[in-house]
């Protein structure tokens, strides 16, 4: 285990420190649902709203790595208390562009590596869990071209997350968002 969390750590610093020059590093910002499919987190917490951004760091051909960061939110009152989530995730992810010639709509498939912060809070009890997650993630997409190099994004991507020992709760979720890749033109 500790071999594969430094290849992961080695690979994820080699990816951002030798990102190559393309014509433009789409930035992307996502706005979503985060949906809990694990039992006892999709009893306990609702829907999540999710904000993403990222950016794309290394493009070759139909081949691109993608980081983006977020926030999940959800609040809920369980036996009058009032609790708070919230998720930061970080995704680092390895998308292939399926080709589609001649055509303005392409899908996308991925898969990754995803870290979650969380904070779940009770603010009646005064009490704060704090807890850091890693585990993978599978991501499929469809984009759309439209006008001045922008496309329409709707993303699917599943996280596969691997909870703390004492960390009772599990976290494994969907993420289904829709945003907008905006090119940035180098100068």
Sequence with gaps: ????????????TTLIFSSTYTKAQPLSVQLGIYEFTG????EFYILAPTILVGYDVW?????SSHISSGLCYTQIKYNNHHHYLYMIPLMVTVNYDLPNPDSRVWPVIGAGFSLLGKVDQNKDLAKTHYSFIYGYHATGGLRFQQKNNVILTLDLTYNLLIPPIMEDVNMNGVIIAIGLRFPIKPE
């Design 59 to 63: 493009k070759s051909s139909r081949l």
């Design 1 to 12: 285990m500790k071999l594969l969390k430094i290849l992961i750590f080695s690979f994820l």
């Design 39 to 42: 039992n006892a987190a999709s």
